[in-house]
């Protein structure tokens, strides 16, 4: 497993473009560098470099599931770096079966729906739940329901 994980990061390293190699004048020591790496796959990996760069992480491989038969790696980590008008930023994050998630104070909102919209959401839910209530209370909703479907398509109205 741990063989395959580095060829297929070796694989994607070198799939890359190249791009023109540019010296850069600026050296960045790294000040703390630490890497355990466990028998049964687990690690953890911090390290720390000269322009205010903090990474974090550690990960293990989780049990076999019928849904994932060679199991999860599972990943947390945190990092943190300063921003160009001098702010701290700090981003956390986590992998597993349920995807990749972050959490950062520093990353973009979206804007709150508006409440026309939020009305209008809230009608088409109440007649989603009008709709499931009327197939369990009428043993004919699939035959009117198809019949509904049809006049629809033809572009007419159906009438109760």
């Known amino acids: 497993m741990k063989l ?20 850069s004048t600026t050296f960045i020591p790294i000040l703390k560098y630490d890497k355990q790496q466990g028998e049964d796959g687990s690690y953890r990996t911090i390290y720390q470099t000269g322009n205010n760069i903090v990474h974090e992480e550690s990960g293990y491989l989780k049990d076999a599931s019928e849904d994932h038969p060679n199991g999860i790696l599972v990943q947390q980590g945190a990092y943190s770096y300063e921003a160009p008008n001098g702010e701290i930023i700090q981003v956390q994050y986590t992998a597993d079966e349920n995807g990749f998630r972050v959490q950062s104070d ?7 729906v508006p409440p026309a919209i939020q009305e209008g959401l809230k009608e088409i839910y109440e007649g989603i739940k009008r709709r499931e209530q009327e197939a369990k209370n009428n043993p004919k909703y699939a035959e009117d329901e198809a019949k509904r479907a049809q006049l629809d398509y033809n572009g007419q109205y159906y009438n109760q």
């Open 106 to 112: 520093s990353l973009p909102t979206t804007p709150p």
């Open 4 to 23: 395959l994980i580095v060829l297929a990061l070796m694989a994607s390293a070198y799939g890359f473009p190249q791009h023109e190699h540019h010296e």
